[in-house]
């Protein structure tokens, strides 16, 4: 490429670029447009004595919860529950094959009549030789073992007869009912298999009585008594639950303290749901605002203050514990300044807010 040729195109490039700047210069977004105006509640904040809260997971269980096994051994049958079903208490709940009960029971029988018959041998030969000794016809050790066969007999008569009881008994275990009611939760058997003493078949629980457990450090666990009301969040909803039981042993592991505390009765809780128990701490001086004022945009929360002259700005704070309607704000906001109580969806910086019901926190 030659000289001319190069200075050709380099005196092009200026040339456009030149012209681009001038085009820029005289655009209109020089100036910004002047924001919407719109209608908010606007809210004064003051500095105010805040409750602290120190919040710890907790879980919602049944109070009441239970895993039924048989106490015979035999094949499983009439299991025909769903989980998720629920049961009235007495109600049959599955049966175990009871022929292994039925044959111990007939031994238990057949044992009994065997020491009866050796009972009815053994008194009548006490009858004899008790005349016999009464004449002095037999010596005194010879009446002794007479006697000692007939109450060995005799006690062989009552064990084989508790031996029935306790066959008996067991054929009763051969069915397993409901001992409350409740919803079966899970099943860890089918119809024909082979069940074992002591092995769960399914588990039942009552979710009519609800509780939550949380596991909590010694330091919080201090601040705690029975009978009091701690405040219990789960999905938006505020629960007062009330303090249960206190384990004053710490986990070995954990180190920390297992809290029960009751769920009033018609809480929106279901078992297995997950919430944050909000354990009280000393009161402090610092700032709150309604929840409705705190949002969530890009995922910064924050909220929107209004200055002097009426201009909305997205302000971002550092939001703490949520106590009722009220969120605390740890960083972010000062005693004196506004924000919009219910910003609309479409509320942006720069926007002029016209107060309506201006409110002191």
């Given at each position: 490429m030659n000289a001319a040729k190069r200075s050709w195109i380099a005196g092009g490039l200026a040339l456009t670029l030149s012209l681009g700047l001038a085009a820029c210069a005289k655009s209109p977004r020089e100036a910004p447009a002047a924001g919407a105006?719109?209608?908010?509640?606007?809210?004064?904040?003051?500095?105010?004595?805040?409750?602290?809260?120190?919040?710890?997971?907790?879980?919602?269980?049944?109070?009441?919860?239970v895993q039924l096994s048989s106490r015979?051994?035999?094949?499983?049958?009439?299991?025909?529950?769903?989980v998720g079903q629920a049961v009235q208490r007495g109600?049959?709940?599955?049966?175990?094959?009871p022929a292994s009960a039925d044959s111990q029971v007939r031994q238990a029988q057949a044992g009994l009549a065997q020491a009866e018959a050796?009972?009815?041998?053994a008194r009548s030969n006490y009858e004899r030789f008790k005349k016999l000794y009464a004449e002095s016809a037999i010596p005194a050790k010879q009446w002794d073992e007479v006697q000692s066969q007939y109450h060995m007999a005799q006690a062989q008569v009552a064990a084989a007869r508790a031996g029935i009881a306790s066959a008996q008994a067991n054929l009763g275990y051969a069915r397993v009912t409901a001992p409350f009611a409740g919803i079966v939760t899970e099943k860890f058997q089918q119809n024909g298999d082979l069940v074992a003493p002591g092995r769960p078949v399914l588990s039942l629980a009552d979710p009519s009585h609800l509780e939550v457990q949380a596991s909590v450090g010694s330091r919080l666990f201090a601040s705690l008594h029975q009978g009091q009301t701690v405040p219990v969040l789960a999905d938006g909803h505020t629960i007062d639950a009330r303090v249960l039981d206190l384990v004053s042993v710490a986990d070995s592991?954990?180190?920390?303290?297992?809290?029960?505390?009751?769920?009033?009765?018609?809480?929106?809780?279901q078992a297995g749901d997950y919430v944050e128990v909000q354990i009280p701490s000393p009161s402090r001086q610092g700032i709150s605002v309604p929840r409705s004022a705190l949002l969530d945009r890009a995922g910064i929360p924050g909220v929107f203050v209004v200055d002097a002259k009426g201009i909305a700005h997205y302000r971002l704070v550092r939001p703490g514990s949520v106590v009722g309607q009220n969120v605390e704000i740890l960083a972010g906001l000062a005693p004196g300044e506004r924000i919009?109580?219910?910003?609309?969806?479409?509320?942006?910086?720069?926007?002029?807010?016209?107060?309506?019901?201006a409110q002191h926190d």
């Open positions: 105006t719109v209608q908010a509640q606007v809210l004064t904040l003051e500095s105010s004595s805040e409750k602290g809260y120190s919040s710890v997971p907790g879980t919602v269980v049944a109070a009441q919860q015979l051994s035999g094949y499983l049958r009439h299991l025909d529950l769903r109600q049959l709940l599955f049966e175990v094959d050796n009972f009815a041998n592991q954990t180190h920390t303290h297992l809290v029960k505390l009751t769920v009033p009765a018609g809480s929106p809780l919009v109580v219910n910003p609309s969806a479409d509320l942006v910086n720069g926007d002029r807010v016209v107060s309506v019901g």
